[in-house]
């Protein structure tokens, strides 16, 4: 990044977890960014004030009668997609939550805009389409989740590499058993012993399912077979991920768990500043690391989610869509903990119809979401 110049950032979901902290980074970071755009969902108070704070070009919001003075007032998907063609972004943060994220990233790919990547649906539901237009644009998708930041920054040449180590804390529910979990109130899925995350993502780690998306969006990312791809239970958080290579050496990225540091990586790629950190790093602290195999058997919902990644396809759809549905049962109280993924299971039975392009993964996606509603009831 030229010291003397801006770089021109979005961020879409500036009201979520990501996005607010994405905002504290370019806070601490000055006069190094200047913000295009900021986009927010039902949060139109907190928009409002951010907009104000950071004076955007344009701000987009799902509230038609929402209007922040003296920027440009978008809304919707339409907004999301006229912000990721605007080629006065040099980067947008792609930090929506669901499958509203990825026609917008492709929109930016397909303006040659680089894109910094908290989006899981994005690659989870089309990850073979995005990533080959991303080589064809010459766009540089940067991860921003703590565990593919790690990865990123452990490589240099992927093809030296033999296998990436995804590490996982574990959850709430590590040290529990089955039958505890099984009986788990939504307050205690949503107690999260490392990160402080979105309800969604946090009932995910619960589960592990979050791990196999990961999984997922590795494969596509680093274009590595799920076969070397391994997941372990790490239940401090400090190695976030590793990679090791041919001649058996092994390279990790380690620090305390905090979400500021991938996301500043991210943004300012391949820069490094001085940023958001509450101290310095100490091994004697930490004192210990202790490392373990996932029990596949407690948490189903990794090996499902990886499964359905090496059948890929359609596959993947189906199992993003079928399982944020029964999440969304058990966060209102319909089901329990342990239900999500028996309801994702049964509907990963039904026949899964091949996908070529993004509308056959939209219409896919819609009619998994419906079955799975109407499964549940």
Same mark, same amino acid.
């Given at each position: 990044?030229?010291?003397?110049?801006k770089?021109?950032?979005?961020? $879409?979901?500036s009201t979520?977890?990501?996005?607010?902290? &994405? #905002?504290e980074?370019? %806070?601490? *970071?000055?006069?190094?960014f200047? /913000?295009?755009?900021?986009?927010g969902?039902?949060?139109?108070?907190?928009?409002?004030q951010?907009?104000?704070?950071?004076?955007p070009?344009?701000?987009?919001?799902?509230?038609?009668?929402f209007?922040?003075d003296?920027?440009?007032?978008?809304?919707?998907?339409?907004?999301?997609?006229?912000?990721?063609s605007?080629?006065?972004?040099d980067?947008?943060?792609?930090?929506?939550?669901?499958k509203?994220?990825?026609?917008?990233? $492709?929109?930016?790919?397909?303006?040659?805009i680089?894109? &910094? #990547?908290?989006n899981? %649906?994005? *690659?989870?539901?089309?990850?073979? /389409?995005?990533?080959?237009?991303?080589?064809?644009n010459g766009?540089?998708?940067i991860?921003?989740?703590?565990?593919h930041?790690?990865?990123?920054?452990?490589i240099?040449?992927?093809?030296?590499?033999?296998?990436?180590?995804?590490?996982?804390?574990?959850?709430?529910?590590?040290?529990?058993?089955?039958?505890?979990?099984?009986?788990?109130?939504?307050?205690?899925?949503?107690?999260?012993?490392?990160?402080?995350?979105?309800k969604?993502i946090?009932v995910?780690s619960a589960?592990?399912m979050?791990?196999?998306?990961e999984?997922?969006?590795?494969?596509h990312?680093f274009?590595?077979?799920?076969?070397?791809?391994?997941?372990?239970?790490?239940?401090?958080?400090?190695?976030?991920?590793?990679v090791e290579y041919k001649?058996?050496?092994?390279?990790?990225?380690?620090?305390?768990?905090?979400?500021?540091?991938?996301?500043?990586?991210?943004?300012?790629y391949?820069?490094r500043?001085?940023?958001?950190?509450?101290?310095s790093?100490?091994?004697?602290?930490i004192?210990r690391?202790?490392?373990?195999?996932?029990?596949?058997?407690?948490?189903?919902?990794l090996?499902?989610?990886i499964?359905?990644?090496?059948?890929g396809n359609?596959?993947t759809?189906?199992?993003?869509a079928?399982?944020?549905?029964?999440?969304?049962?058990?966060?209102n109280?319909?089901?329990?903990?342990?239900?999500i993924?028996?309801y994702t299971?049964?509907?990963m039975?039904?026949?899964?119809p091949?996908?070529s392009?993004?509308?056959?993964?939209?219409?896919?996606?819609?009619?998994?979401?419906?079955?799975?509603?109407?499964?549940?009831?």
């Open positions: 990044m030229d010291i003397n110049k770089r021109k950032i979005s961020i $879409l979901g979520g977890s990501i996005g607010t902290q &994405a #905002l980074v370019i %806070e601490k *970071l000055g006069d190094r200047e /913000i295009i755009a900021l986009t969902g039902s949060n139109t108070e907190l928009l409002k951010q907009a104000q704070k950071f004076k070009k344009y701000v987009c919001s799902n509230d038609k009668d209007k922040a003296g920027v440009i007032t978008l809304y919707g998907q339409d907004g999301l997609e006229q912000i990721c605007d080629k006065e972004n980067i947008i943060l792609v930090a929506v939550s669901g509203i994220g990825l026609k917008p990233t $492709l929109t930016a790919i397909e303006h040659g680089d894109i &910094a #990547l908290a899981k %649906e994005t *690659l989870v539901m089309a990850g073979d /389409i995005v990533m080959q237009k991303a080589k064809e766009v540089n998708i991860p921003v989740d703590s565990e930041c790690a990865i990123h920054q452990c240099k040449n992927i093809n030296d590499v033999d296998k990436l180590i995804i590490t996982a804390s574990g959850g709430p529910f590590l040290r529990k058993t089955t039958d505890d979990m099984k009986k788990a109130t939504v307050e205690q899925a949503l107690c999260h012993p490392r990160w402080n995350m979105g969604k946090t995910d589960t592990l979050n791990k196999g998306l999984v997922i969006e590795a494969h990312l274009n590595m077979d799920y076969d070397d791809i391994e997941v372990v239970v790490h239940p401090q958080s400090i190695v976030h991920s590793a001649d058996g050496s092994v390279v990790a990225q380690i620090g305390l768990p905090s979400m500021h540091i991938p996301i500043q990586y991210a943004i300012c391949p820069d500043y001085e940023g958001i950190k509450s101290k790093f100490s091994f004697s602290e004192a690391l202790d490392f373990e195999k996932p029990d596949y058997e407690k948490f189903p919902s090996k499902l989610a499964n359905a990644g090496k059948k359609g596959a759809v189906v199992m993003n079928a399982n944020e549905e029964s999440v969304f049962a058990f966060l109280g319909k089901i329990r903990l342990y239900e993924y028996e299971q049964k509907i039975n039904y026949d899964i091949k996908v392009n993004i509308d056959d993964i939209f219409s896919l996606d819609n009619e998994i979401r419906i079955k799975t509603r109407e499964l549940i009831k």
